[in-house]
């Protein structure tokens, strides 16, 4: 599970089981390792990265942009220098 860590969802589960009515925690522990199996399911679903991932992304297309930026002051100097002058 890369979105949450373990104790991240077990911490969710819990809450979850906690919010439910007196009643209904008679069923307790059965009850948190449900919710727990059911957000697992629905996170092992969605379409997500690690932080970690995200973090080495987000490096590279800050280089990717510095080196464009480069590229563009690069090539507006050798436009103005292939323009004639004006008389």
């Known amino acids: 599970m890369s979105f949450l860590n373990s104790s991240s969802l077990d ?27 059911v957000l697992q399911a629905q996170l092992a679903k969605l379409d997500l990265v690690s932080r970690q991932e995200f973090d080495v992304q987000a490096g590279i297309l800050e280089r990717t942009q510095g080196k464009l930026a480069a590229m563009e002051a690069r090539l507006k100097e050798l436009e103005a220098r292939a323009t004639p002058p004006a008389p």
């Open 11 to 37: 911490d969710l589960a819990r809450r979850l089981a906690d919010s439910v009515p007196e009643s209904v925690r008679a069923f307790g522990r059965d009850l948190e390792g449900n919710f727990k199996a």
